[in-house]
């Protein structure tokens, strides 16, 4: 296979940014910066052929509602009760990994899985918008101490609002699908690498306990996200249309926890967000090969 084709492999790409990134550590250093730069790439090459315009209207109002539901609703209540079967720092973990929004890469995952994008940006945008108001609520009443609003702004300015501007231009380039897909599957690779290495440590600790938490991670992210596909392929909806659902069914921000677990408690109340991030992309490796088995 040519190089150029390898770049267009979404399976080959992320595979290879989680491998590479489990057995070389990720980057030695700036982590978190170039995280953020991959996604903020990946959310900018995502947004290239949706307008303004496309975000509009009673349907991505509908979508938005029902995405709340799913993200949180669904997905919260289900890690609320894994919760309940931890002790103290790592009970608080999954207690704040339940308040956090939707990861920012339901995005671009969407557009990649072949998903309806300019619904889940709308959906996005309305989750963080939400989670301005209850993530801060929820962590005060079960943790008893609020998040800082003012990280959940720099993220829906850096994250969404800054790739949406920055699509504009990109579009103006006119570049072919092939360039698109290819520098859109590396900024993802960067991401998973970064992110995969620079948790692989928390592998490492108490056995019993990361069995634990890597057993409820399998439930919060396949079981979720596999009974929400399940329940919306037997009501026949299409599949671009339930593509963003079962990933926000199985998507939290896991990045945005793990930096205020650490920041506002201790480096183990991180633990249960670390370890997911790996199931989270293998989650989507696993829809890659999975959604072409379907045509609708």
Known sequence: MRPARILESYPITMTSGL????????????????????????????LTNITLS?????????????????????????????AMFFDADIRNGWIL???????I????????????????LFSTAVNYGVALVLM?????????????VASLIAYILLLIVLPMALSRAVMRANLSKSANSSMLNVSMAVLIFAVAGANR????????????ISVACVARTFASGLATETILR?????????ISYVLFASYKNLGLTATLAIALFAPIVAVPATICIVFEVVWVIFLIRFYPRFRD
């Open 201 to 212: 440590s928390a592998f490492t600790g108490d056995l019993s306990i990361v069995a634990a």
């Open 19 to 46: 491998v590479l990134g489990l057995l070389l550590g990720g980057f030695p250093a700036y982590t978190k910066e170039i995280s953020t730069a991959a996604l903020a790439a990946a959310m900018t090459l995502s």
């Open 97 to 103: 990994m339940a308040a956090a929004p939707s990861a």
């Open 136 to 148: 801060p609520l929820l962590t005060l009443a079960l943790i008893g101490s609020a998040v800082s």
């Open 54 to 82: 496309q975000t509009r209207g009673k349907d991505h109002i509908r979508h938005a509602g029902w995405a709340l539901i799913i993200n949180y609703g669904a997905l919260t209540a289900l890690i609320l009760a894994i």
């Open 105 to 120: 890469s339901v995005v671009p995952f969407t557009t990649i899985l072949g998903g309806r994008t300019s619904k889940a």
């Open 234 to 242: 037997s009501m026949k909806m299409p599949k671009a249309e339930r």
